[in-house]
């Protein structure tokens, strides 16, 4: 815009104008369109993020349901093994009780 006010102040004919409006229209829409791709990337982000936080919430579930499985699967190995070793001194007291 400087530049074409510049050339008001020397006579010069009117195609450098009309290059300068050329120039300054043609990047006005250039502007245009970068911005509305900004846009289209911004709502691909956007779309990206709110994916990326549904399958995170998604996994944080399957993470507790992991960890609560878990819990429950070890406090059943304590109670057999346990159990086992109640078995086991009830048998040894067993065969005690027969040699005695």
């Known amino acids: 815009l400087l530049r074409r006010e510049n050339l008001g ?3 010069v004919g009117i195609i450098p104008f009309k290059l300068e409006n050329d ?3 043609g ?3 250039r502007l245009q369109k970068t911005e509305n791709l ?3 990337a911004k709502k691909g982000v956007e779309k990206a993020i709110r994916a ?3 399958a995170r919430k998604q996994t944080l579930i399957i993470e507790k349901l992991y960890e609560k499985a878990l819990g429950e699967f070890k406090k059943q190995l304590g109670k057999r093994h346990e159990k086992e070793m109640n ?3 009830l048998m040894r007291d067993h065969a005690r009780e ?3």
């Open 52 to 54: 990326y936080l549904a």
């Open 27 to 29: 990047t006005k829409q």
């Open 9 to 11: 102040k020397e006579p």
């Open 23 to 25: 120039f300054i229209t």
């Open 38 to 40: 900004i846009i289209k």
């Open 98 to 100: 027969k040699i005695v």
């Open 87 to 89: 078995d086991l001194f």
